[in-house]
């Protein structure tokens, strides 16, 4: 965890997606590597999980400026059992 600036709590992490789907009749791997970020309450909570569990995230994703990254800004989250 660091602090911004201004003084909010952020984390920023990397989050792993991994899953079948079907395309076309075909069964398809689906692996994703993705870079996020977590600001304030959110965050706070975020670094009090395990490492390894699942979760679904709802935020937005955005664009560093000059980059071709793109960056899951996480506003909130729940573990998925």
Do not use: W
Request: hydrophobic share 40%; net charge positive.
């Amino acid at each position: 965890m660091r602090y911004t600036p201004a003084g909010l709590p952020a984390l920023d992490m990397r989050l792993e997606h991994g899953s079948d789907v079907q395309e076309a009749g075909q069964t398809r791997q689906v692996k994703a590597n993705l870079k996020a970020v977590a600001l304030g309450s959110v965050a706070e909570r975020l670094v009090q999980q395990p490492l390894g569990q699942e979760f679904r995230f709802t935020g937005f994703i955005s664009s560093p400026r000059n980059s071709k990254q793109i960056v899951l800004h996480i506003q909130d989250f729940q573990h998925i059992s």
